[in-house]
């Protein structure tokens, strides 16, 4: 009997947790695999070119948080080399929608573990900031820890963006010397 109880054990917390989603949801899986290909300039993840004025091109990305508006990956050139995947998670006039939607979105990604190929797991970590109505935006800056070698250079941004009537909620990954390409516009 004591040993079916150790058998089980495992299997009985593995099922909890993961039922809570404190390990795997699946907005962590598809950052998970952003932030995996961050190295490769997220080549792996460019689709259709559908932009490129002069610089920055954009691409569709070819992955996308179930339920986003859009997902885009902009890659940038002479001079500055960088690049970046944005995805555009919910646009509404509502304020409150988009709060709750915020602050969900946080919950899911706050102290999420995150794989690299090959490389260390990271723990994304982030000080929440509760959005305000009366502000244009509210942004959580994610470091992974611990911030070593070439994934030191990471930055992912959940923001939300009153822009012409509407409040924009966006998850953005790129280089932290960069600025933050979005989706939007």
């Known amino acids: 009997m ?8 495992p299997v009985i917390l593995s099922a909890s947790l993961t039922a809570q989603g404190v390990f795997s949801n699946k907005t ?5 695999k ?5 190295p490769n300039h997220f080549l792996h993840l460019r689709g259709e070119l559908i932009g ?3 610089q920055p091109a954009r691409y569709r990305s070819t992955l ?15 001079g500055i080399q960088g690049s970046g995947w944005s995805c555009t998670i ?3 006039s509502d304020f409150n929608t988009a709060r709750v939607r915020f602050a969900e979105i946080y919950d899911q990604l706050s102290n999420s573990i995150i794989s690299a190929d090959g490389q260390k797991t990271y723990i994304l970590s982030g000080q929440y ?3 305000d109505q009366n502000r244009r935006n509210t942004k959580v800056l994610f470091s992974l820890l611990p911030g070593v070698g070439e994934m030191k ?10 822009e012409e009537g509407h409040w924009v909620l966006s998850i953005n990954v790129n280089d932290k010397d960069l600025p933050v390409y979005t989706t939007s516009r």
């Not at 004591?2 to 054990?9: G, H, K």
């Open 28 to 32: 962590q899986v598809i950052l998970e």
């Open 2 to 9: 004591r040993s079916a109880i150790l058998v089980m054990a």
């Open 153 to 162: 250079g990471v930055r992912v941004e959940l923001a939300l963006d009153q």
């Open 34 to 38: 952003v932030i995996q290909d961050y």
């Open 129 to 131: 900031e509760a959005p």
């Open 52 to 54: 490129q004025a002069t």
């Open 64 to 78: 996308q948080l179930p339920g986003s508006a859009s997902s885009t990956v902009v890659v940038t050139g002479a």
């Open 90 to 92: 919910l646009e509404t």
